[in-house]
């Protein structure tokens, strides 16, 4: 008996066996033979259930089977076909804290737990994501923007060394504005 036999013995011993269906005039109900619930009163009573002729005797289920108690969670939950658990937060307008910050404490707390948690990995949703998203957007439209003023400078001067002293001009130019803006605050 191999290993994903045993399970479904013991899954069809727990939740029943579905042996057919039959057929109502308007409605077609599935036929299941389980065990009355009663006559269990606890989990490991299903374990002297026998399950198997054998000639030497019955087979019972936990002879089967090994019962292991563990914690799960009540659903699974899959994303990109992995399971998944998703932690949420709200953070409130005016709190000191912001999405870029709590996700920074998660990595930093991840990286420390990474090893006893092999194959795991960690993704950011919601409005951080979001926000990353825009960002990549908007580095990817800038550096496209730069290129294209780039070719138009490099047409019109017809010089490749040219339009590069105008772009610098420009970047000083930014940089200067912003820290000026950074002092008048």
């Known amino acids: 008996m191999t290993p994903g036999d045993a ?60 019962p292991v108690a563990e914690i799960q969670p009540g659903e699974l939950k899959r994303y990109r076909g992995q399971r998944s658990l998703t932690i949420t937060a709200d953070i409130t307008s005016g709190a000191p804290i912001s999405s870029p910050l709590v996700a920074a404490w998660v990595r930093q707390h991840y990286a420390r737990i990474r090893d006893r948690f092999a194959g795991a990995t960690l993704v950011f949703g919601g409005e951080f994501e979001e ?3 825009s960002f990549d957007s908007l580095t990817q439209a ?44």
């Not at 389980?34 to 019955?58: C, M, N, Q, T």
């Not at 001067?157 to 200067?176: D, E, H, N, R, W």
């Open 7 to 66: 399970a479904r013995l013991a899954a069809s011993v727990l939740d029943g066996r579905y042996l057919g269906h039959y057929r109502l005039s308007d409605e077609e109900v599935d036929l299941k033979l389980r065990i009355d619930p009663a006559a269990i009163d606890a989990p490991e009573a299903a374990l002297s259930i026998p399950v198997r002729e054998h000639p030497s005797g019955p087979v019972y289920l936990g002879d089967i089977v090994r």
């Open 131 to 133: 926000t990353q998203r």
């Open 142 to 185: 800038f550096g496209l923007a730069v290129l294209l003023i780039y070719l138009i400078l490099a047409t019109q001067f017809k010089s490749y060394v040219q339009p590069l002293i105008v772009l610098s001009a420009i970047m000083f130019s930014i940089t200067g504005v912003v820290f000026g803006t950074l002092e008048t605050v």
